[in-house]
């Protein structure tokens, strides 16, 4: 990991996490980039106003993140915080976005001019999104991975196995979670995870770092029993692979599915009960 950029508000618990990941020693020699962004104002008056605040929200970001001031760099911007964000990810070269996020789902997000869900859905870097009502934000120790054939959930793990290889007596939780049509409705079962070749493939590539692990392959709904688990296996980051189905002509426009709710990475972005990592392959 060489860039991280911080999106900071001002509010919630983006600063938090910043400082849990920069307690990892790969994330230690990464650059950077704190961004606060003041949206276009009406008056001359008005935009003076918000550029003396987000100066000091800024400079109160920085002393509080206590960070090698060689490694750090403050930007702030003008415009629509949603478009601007995209663009200094991209200007920097980001391989990581942090981001507040208040867990608005689907129309309502959009409706709501919700900043992170349009950079989930537009950017093509790895996003970690942070909800601004977790109480706290817990040293990472166990992190979950969701499973499946796509490059990007290769990334996750990829991304998960660099964080855990450094970090004494943590874990990796491993889930390859399956639809069963022969099951009853909300029937919850656990095929055998020996025997998941996706699972397997996995949990080689764990040993070869050292890392340990536990797999999980549970029958369900997918996002509700990945954000089961995650609850009940007291995680603190979950990873998820998050592919970009839509045809070339149209990366510049949101995914539908996402816009409406109906994908798997945006109700994992709602319901889980912890930071969530949501990976991307750029094409």
């Known amino acids: 990991m060489e860039k991280i950029l911080l999106a900071d508000s001002g509010t919630g618990n983006t600063e938090a996490m910043l400082k849990v990941l920069m307690d990892i020693p790969v994330v230690q020699r990464a650059k950077v980039s704190v961004l606060h962004v003041v949206p276009p104002q009406v008056s001359a008056e008005a935009m003076a106003s918000k550029w003396e605040t987000g100066g000091k929200t800024l400079a109160n970001a920085i002393t509080s993140l206590n960070l090698d001031p060689t490694r750090v760099t403050a930007m702030l911007r003008e415009g629509e915080p949603k478009d601007v964000v995209c663009q200094v990810a991209d200007e920097i070269d980001a391989s990581l976005i942090i981001m507040g996020s208040r867990g608005l789902r689907g129309l309502k997000a959009i409706l709501e001019n919700s900043v992170s869900q349009y950079v989930f859905q537009l950017a093509a870097r790895p996003m970690l999104l942070v909800k601004d009502d977790l109480y706290s934000i817990r040293p990472i120790k166990r992190i979950l991975v969701a499973l499946n054939k796509s490059d990007s959930a290769q990334q996750g793990l990829s991304f ?30 656990s095929p055998d995870p020996n025997k998941d070749p996706i699972l397997q493939a996995a949990v080689a590539e764990a040993k070869k770092y050292g890392v340990a692990y ?15 688990l995650a609850e009940s296996m007291n995680v603190n980051l979950l990873v998820l692979g998050s592919p970009d189905r839509r045809p070339s002509i149209a990366k510049g426009l949101p995914d539908l599915d996402r816009l409406v709710g ?10 889980a009960p912890c930071p969530v990592l949501l990976t991307r392959m750029a094409d």
Request: some cysteine.
């Open 160 to 189: 998960a196995l660099s964080l855990l290889r450094d970090i004494p007596d943590s874990e990796l939780i491993l889930v390859h979670s399956v639809s069963n049509l022969k099951a009853k409705p909300f029937d919850q079962t």
């Open 214 to 228: 536990k797999c999980v392959a549970p029958e369900g709904k997918a996002g509700v029993r990945i954000c089961q």
């Open 262 to 271: 109906e994908s798997l990475s945006d109700y994992v972005r709602v319901y």
